[in-house]
């Protein structure tokens, strides 16, 4: 148990150095998540499967596509294809697939030794409920107020004025458009053009 | 960092079977959310603002 919890540790470390060393946003981005993902492996080796479920979903999921937006919002069409096409040799993203590829296998060996957790036994999602919503009460309701406080100013921050209307799209086109006889590929041809 | 605070707060639940730590794990994931969720924003907002995200454009501070 000991050899698993030092080698995810290990991969989490080599990763979060190399994200820290890496140019481009995306190949950080790709070390980032290996690394949150050794951190749950972690997690679930040291008997908290929720803690390592939540740092999986939350981290690895929610938080890492908001930041996969943000770069795709920033990126556009400046570089393109050409970059596109190098982002995807080999050599960018063997490296992340050799550390996750350790994962996995550590992944597999603790759940098939059956017995997760460093100490003895695990403390399972009941009793971190338990305490969630018991003595920690209060601290659920701040936690929370902060997540609202934070969607209000996310909210408030990327609020930018419309410098052009939108683009209505034309809905009365029944009494313009041409008869082409059933001929979907000419219809709508005559359409007046959209104007951006 | 805070995945650091994290992973401490979880060990020390372990070693004393507690529920505890996983409890403040839980607090300190719902602090990172809101927060990168308020970081990006600002990063937003400053690429909308100066057309670039290099820090050494963006000297609007006089001092």
Known sequence: MELTFYTAGAVAVISTIMMLTRLNLVHSLLYLIVSLLAAAVDFFVLGAPFAAALEAIVYAGAIMVLFLFVVMMLNIGRHGAETERQWLTPGIWIGPVILAGILIIEVAYVVQGGSAGLGTGATGPKEVGIALFGPYMIGVELASMLLLAGLVGAYHLGFRKTEKPEIQHDTGTDERRADTGGDLVLAGADRPARTT | ?63
Do not use: T
């Not at chain 2, 605070?5 to 020390?12: E, M």
């Not at chain 2, 602090?31 to 000297?59: C, P």
């Open chain 2, 1 to 63: 960092m805070l995945n650091a605070a994290g992973l401490a707060f979880v060990v020390g639940g372990s070693r004393w079977h507690q529920a505890d730590g996983q409890v403040m794990f839980v607090f300190i994931l719902a602090m990172a959310a809101a927060e990168v969720a308020v970081g990006l924003a600002l990063v937003l907002q400053i690429y909308h603002r100066f057309k670039s995200l290099d820090v050494d454009a963006i000297s609007e501070m006089r001092g």
